[in-house]
């Protein structure tokens, strides 16, 4: 059964997924008060990589995925690419899991034990993923309004007590710690769309990948720069890198009254993070059947989510370790996975493409 | 404690092959398998705690450091 997501789900489902479980991180730290022109250098390399993404996907013609694979790469190659990209996508999902139940367990439930938190995570994403990508885009169309208004009132809040000095001056230590923090976040998340190639089954028209990845991505960078950008500037930039969760801070400063609003920024964390960890299983479960021959992907769907409970308590298990994940910059595994493989293949698939129509006019 | 993991994660797979409409061998035995491999990674840090995270590239980022140390040279 092929799944069809109309072009503004998908470009919504892309932004959710970017914008997942990174907001609460001190994304970019490294990088001080030039934080902003990270984000920038960051769009501006990972560009290229989302535009050859789009461009794999819109040479396959409108086909469905794993005929388009076919098409394109031949039978051999695209099933062993998928049995690659199915662990990169399991490993994502521990990663994602492991980051809401050690952010659970620091903020709101700390004697509550990690696998509790990842078991409940680990049966929701089974749920979704088992519904599919039609029903995942459509909760993101839903999810992304309160998204939006959390952020936008945050923001709002965010500006009383920001104090726009902390991004001066400008580059005072050189164009290094920019590129550093362009890295990392190259990294996590704006490279980790890879993912999001295996997700989509079928678009809309030929021009549709462009349409759905592109604004997404851009959408979702836009929103990252701003948000963090904002934070650093309320919690001072010498001191952003310091905190676990610099956003949390930052708005923790805010006064309204008596109230509280940390856990407004909560919500928006929850709403990414479970569509982020539900994609990535999708992606996965996808990916396995795939390299196997099946055409259902289904019935894989719940050996791999209860793969991932003790996955994530396995790959990292403290919140520094999390941390340290978040920031880390550029490590080998990510690069082939983001950068070599999809170049790899970009190259292959445009060679064949054009050999392909050289013998179609050629008969 | 070994036990009962092996336990829940049979009951859950038995309850969800019996849930199946059709099995088809091919199906059942990828799916036995991937549980399988589900529950021996449930039991591995449960025998051991401190179990090293295998890493697959290791050899290639520590030859790029080693590089990257010796300004490119080998």
Known sequence: MREHVPDDQGMILVLLFVVGNTLVFGLGGVAGPDIWLAFLTATVMALPMILLMARVRSLMQGAALYSGLEQVFGKWPSRGLALVYALYAWRLSCFVVSDVSNFVQAIALPNTPKVVVASILALLMLWAAKEGVEVLARFAVVMSKVVFAVLLVTFILLLSVANPAEFLPVMYDGAKPVFLGAFQLLDFPFLEVVVLFWVFDCFSSKRSPFKVFVPGFLSAALILLVMTSTSLAVVGADRYSVFYFPIWTAVSRINVSTMRLEAIVGVTFAIGSFLKMAVCLLAASRCVTYAFGFSDYRFVVTPLALAVIPGSQWLITTLMEVEKSAIKTYPTSATIYQVVLPVVFWVVAEIRVAKARHQGKGG | ?74
């Open chain 2, 1 to 74: 404690m070994v036990g009962l993991v092996i336990l829940v994660y049979a009951a859950v797979a038995a309850f969800e092959l019996w849930l199946w409409a059709e099995r088809p061998w091919q199906k059942v035995l990828l799916y036995l398998v991937l549980f399988a491999g589900a529950t021996t990674l449930a039991v591995l840090p449960v025998l051991n705690p401190d179990l090293k995270v295998p890493e697959p590239l290791g050899f290639l980022e520590k030859l790029l450091k080693r590089l990257w140390q010796k300004g490119g040279s080998v």
